[in-house]
């Protein structure tokens, strides 16, 4: 599935030890930092959302592609990907997908993020860095070790 998206909205990359690490130390510090109870609910919801977003663009990058960024949706490119790099069911996809849509609005409107959607948003992180470091770890990743 991924294959047919070469060209459209991803690209073949050579599979890059130190990059896929850094995008999930990236991953990392950007959950950390959205915990931290001082900034807005707004910053806090944008940087657990980068964090699903590295966290899904490490697993893509470990199946050998990349998301082009200069295209029209990549946000959701990467995160429906996220079924065809790590297997993750469609009940998590859709939320997911539900937390990217709400982003938009939120950067787009200036709609204000409650406390209940920000606990979300940084549940699903935390459980998407489990699913794909969990992936990793349990993969021949020769490239990774």
């Given at each position: 599935?991924l294959k047919n998206l070469i060209g459209v909205t991803l690209d073949t990359?050579?599979?890059?030890?130190?990059?896929?690490?850094?995008?999930?130390?990236?991953?990392?510090?950007?959950?950390?930092?959205?915990?931290?109870?001082?900034?807005?609910?707004?910053?806090?919801?944008?940087?657990?959302?980068?964090?699903?977003?590295?966290?899904?663009?490490?697993?893509?990058?470990?199946?050998?592609?990349?998301?082009?960024?200069?295209?029209?949706?990549?946000?959701?490119?990467?995160?429906?990907?996220?079924?065809?790099?790590?297997?993750?069911?469609?009940?998590?996809?859709?939320?997911?997908d539900q937390l990217r849509k709400r982003r938009n609005v939120i950067d787009?409107?200036?709609?204000?993020?409650?406390?209940?959607m920000l606990a979300e948003a940084i549940k699903q992180a935390q459980v998407?860095?489990?699913?794909?470091?969990?992936?990793?770890?349990?993969?021949?990743?020769?490239?990774?070790?």
């Amino acid at each position: 599935m991924l294959k047919n998206l070469i060209g459209v909205t991803l690209d073949t990359i050579e599979r890059d030890k130190l990059s896929i690490q850094r995008l999930l130390e990236a991953s990392r510090a950007s959950l950390k930092d959205a915990q931290v109870k001082e900034p807005s609910n707004e910053g806090r919801f944008d940087l657990a959302y980068k964090s699903i977003t590295q966290s899904s663009s490490a697993a893509l990058q470990a199946h050998g592609y990349r998301v082009l960024t200069s295209k029209p949706g990549h946000h959701q490119t990467i995160i429906q990907s996220l079924v065809h790099t790590i297997g993750i069911d469609s009940s998590a996809l859709i939320t997911l997908d539900q937390l990217r849509k709400r982003r938009n609005v939120i950067d787009y409107s200036g709609d204000i993020v409650s406390d209940a959607m920000l606990a979300e948003a940084i549940k699903q992180a935390q459980v998407l860095m489990g699913c794909v470091n969990g992936w990793i770890t349990g993969k021949d990743t020769d490239f990774l070790a």
